[in-house]
């Protein structure tokens, strides 16, 4: 948490208006000025075998590419390469020139992380089974089971039908175990990724 100290080191507002001109590559004028020459510059850059071959490894991985995109042309920006709008026109013609590429890999590209028409669904998917998760588990601590409480009953119906509707098998409720969980050492490094 920020403490009020804090802020008295911070810049001041305007402070940047203060610098010497022209300091910064965003501050001069781009090297590139149409969005041609940025769109070329940035295929020619990814047609390299060795880059395709990294790109393909963080992308089989479940790196989506819109946001590697706007990265790799915001960092563009940032070196005064070219304009923000030289990127945001460019940026579709990137993402479907490394598409096309990582589809000759074999590899099928999330194009974003979200997904409008699926993401809320999850989420309250998500939070239904975790409030009927607590509520079983509230019951169980009552002494409360499908034989005997008509709620827990109805709750554990419930959940069999979103178990069901997910593609699960519904478990059964006398060979749910407590099974403790493992310790494992989790890689560490650059490379480190889970397997799914």
């Given at each position: 948490?920020?403490?009020?100290?804090?802020?008295l080191?911070?810049?001041?507002?305007?402070?940047?208006l203060?610098?010497?001109?022209r300091?910064?590559?965003?501050?001069?004028?781009?090297?590139?000025?149409?969005?041609e020459?940025?769109?070329?510059?940035y295929?020619?850059?990814?047609?390299?075998?060795?880059?395709?071959?990294?790109?393909?490894?963080?992308?089989?991985?479940g790196?989506?590419?819109?946001?590697?995109?706007?990265?790799?042309?915001?960092?563009?920006?940032?070196?005064?390469?070219?304009?923000?709008?030289?990127?945001?026109?460019?940026?579709?013609?990137?993402?479907?020139?490394?598409?096309?590429?990582?589809?000759?890999?074999?590899?099928?590209?999330?194009?974003?992380?979200?997904?409008?028409?699926?993401?809320?669904k999850?989420?309250?998917?998500?939070?239904?089974?975790?409030?009927?998760?607590?509520?079983?588990?509230?019951?169980?601590?009552?002494?409360?089971?499908?034989?005997?409480?008509?709620?827990?009953?109805?709750?554990?119906?419930?959940?069999?039908?979103?178990?069901?509707?997910?593609?699960?098998?519904?478990?059964?409720?006398?060979?749910?175990?407590?099974?403790?969980?493992?310790?494992?050492?989790?890689?560490?490094?650059?490379?480190?990724?889970?397997?799914?």
């Amino acid at each position: 948490m920020a403490k009020p100290e804090d802020f008295l080191q911070g810049p001041i507002p305007g402070q940047s208006l203060t610098t010497e001109p022209r300091k910064w590559p965003w501050e001069r004028p781009p090297q590139m000025s149409s969005h041609e020459e940025v769109t070329k510059y940035y295929i020619n850059k990814l047609a390299d075998q060795d880059v395709m071959d990294d790109l393909a490894v963080m992308f089989d991985g479940g790196m989506p590419l819109a946001p590697f995109v706007e990265t790799l042309t915001t960092t563009g920006v940032s070196e005064g390469l070219h304009t923000v709008d030289a990127s945001l026109i460019a940026n579709p013609v990137i993402h479907t020139f490394i598409k096309a590429a990582m589809t000759q890999y074999g590899i099928k590209v999330k194009d974003d992380t979200y997904d409008p028409e699926r993401d809320p669904k999850e989420r309250e998917e998500r939070r239904l089974r975790m409030t009927i998760d607590l509520a079983l588990a509230e019951a169980a601590e009552s002494g409360g089971t499908k034989q005997n409480d008509p709620g827990v009953s109805l709750l554990q119906e419930v959940k069999d039908s979103m178990d069901t509707s997910m593609g699960e098998e519904p478990v059964a409720e006398d060979t749910v175990q407590e099974v403790a969980p493992e310790e494992t050492t989790q890689p560490k490094g650059l490379m480190a990724r889970e397997t799914m």
